[in-house]
């Protein structure tokens, strides 16, 4: 080691800049789904930054890309690093770019400082993280996780332009086989570290620029569906009524007032909410929407779906109408490797950064990574909270303390005992 | 008068049964919307029906038609009775036609009885009082009142198939006008008398034949928009949420908890809701809904109205999202005249019939009739209270005790001192 690493502020934000060129929407933000053009330029991208570098390029089945920085060791597992490089729609510059080019910022200055650690460390770009071409998200680490491609997933259809899973994936990898290797699916690693925008709103109102993510939120989705019957609003009396919207908004006002203020961890949102026939002088025969609970604690996610349930059963009871509620998506909490999370608390106080710890709303390729490897994530604050748009912003000295935390946090990885 | 005039119940549900086959559905009701071929053809066998029988028969510039049973003298006012012939597009059999037919029959019944009255009787069938075509409904009735078209209608364009109101108006008058003779709108009339299913469930529940109706509800029509501001499901605390769904379900909760459980005379119903992106893990951006508020008295509609934007502005600043309401429709409520009540009231007693007397709760061409000459109205009992439906259903007893009703309320309207 001849000077101690230290990244490059100007070159991350340049790199940053041209990522945001490839895929670029007239309103500032990106459109880069998953396995399209967009994708695959910003996969060879990257791929030709590293040959550049000297650093060797590996794909999986998956098509996630690895750029290895060999180690002392080789033998040993490689410290992971990285997140992804696909966007929503209208996404923005930053959701998954930000964290790659971070670690490939990392992974550049570790090179100029001639640093060769014992391990070996490698930068990922995780397939299809955002999910909005192929259900689910985070495609490419569940499949690194299990070691396997699900094999219902092959015929998947993009919503927009029909292309089928397995021959955008078979063709996205043989684009760059010439140049790379390939890579086994679930190899071991030592630890994985990722940085991401918050994509809320509490470390720019907080004016902290480093969240330590502890773990991540479980989340249940559920569909609930009154049904009443419909009946002209002006000829039938209160006694009558079977209103299923009366019933619905009477619940929901009643959970509005009580999960969330009653449990600041507590995430509780309905996104969608319909009746039928929807005419303005007809009650309504069915209303039904969606419900979005999220809670780090299991125990207190079960608590809260049997306190929800109950809420819906009163009022369907009160209102004579009928209800079903369908479990659509169950995901567990996980909390991250303590060791992972004291390592970067340890960072942080090395090169006296404010942070705080915090858990992630959403989900991210580190909450499957966690299953394999001790795993953490470092956070950084965004403008507004706004993610999944164009608008989305971060500060370029945000991204800057980022990476210099993430710098921080890789070198006391590779030694943290436990770990390391 | 050689006979006391007295209705032909078989006659009435054969005639029932005639004109349910014309538009009929294979659901078993008919759609037979206005100014469409299966209208028409309504018109024309109803003036077979009037011309073999002797009657006269007319059409205004409205295409609304009447048959007149010739009186001792001719110059008096008419006494007006009558109601629709056009339906909905999965209509039943009974809105409207059983109203017509009944008017027709006890026409038929007079002549059959001899029974020549000193004022003329007509019956007419009202153009489009549905306004599933063409909005707003009641139009044959408005116009008549109103003495005049409104310029504007002339262009309107059925929903379906893009028909000129005009062309289909002049088009109908055409069909029939060779045999028929020419009215003006807005003749003087002595009463107005309308039989109707009661599309709504209390004379059924109640077990009582006929109800008296002694007014028409008033009705408002809000539009109600709040507009927050959409984020994250999983990463946006409390603190941070605009929630405008929140908003809405609050205020929709208090208003279903009191306008309707503490006015019994209120009618408080929400038809359409709607919010927007509409993502399951996405706070909503906007939450809007339509509000149907009905009631018997102005002053208190005027303050339920106050009430209802009172518990959505506070809703609203409670959840720091923007509100607006749009008023879309205002219809006055109306009392009928009270010497025609009456004249029903003694009607029932010298047949020994049993009624309630009750406020309607759905617009009827006798609203608007009624600013042009003492109105009343009869309703009868349907299954359940279903209209606007093919499973609409009046027993084969309840039409003809409505008939029996209707003839006596005719014959105490042609004597009845303040009418007669």
Redesign the interface.
Known sequence: MTKAPEIDGERLLARLDAFAGIGATAGGGVNRQTLTRGDREARALLTALAKARGFSVFQDDMANLFIRMEGRDSGLPPLLIGSHLDSQPSGGRFDGALGTLTAFEVLESLADAGFQPERSVEVVAWTNEEGCRYAPGCMGSRAFVDGAIPAEWADLLAGDDGARFDDERLATIEALAPEVGHRPLGFPVSAYLELHI?????LE?EQIPIGIVTGV?G?R?LEVRFEGQT????????Q?RR?P??A???A???L??TV??DD?DA?F???????TP???????AT?SC?V?L?HPEVEILDQLETAIRDMFEDAAKAAATELSIRKTLEMSPVRFSEAAVEALHTAASTIGFETKAMI????HDALFLSQHAPSVMIFVPCRD????NEAEFVEPEDCIAGAQMFMAAVTELLTKPGIA
């Open positions: 918050e994509q809320g709103p509490s109102s939120q989340t989705w009946a002209h609003a002006g000829t039938t009396a209160l009558y209103d919207l009366k619905l908004t009477t929901l006002s009643g509005y007032a969330m203020p600041a995430r949102t309905v996104g969608r909410l319909a009746v929807g005419s303005v002088n007809a009650i309504p209303a969606t979005d999220r992630s709303g959403a989900f909270g706004l993610s999944h």
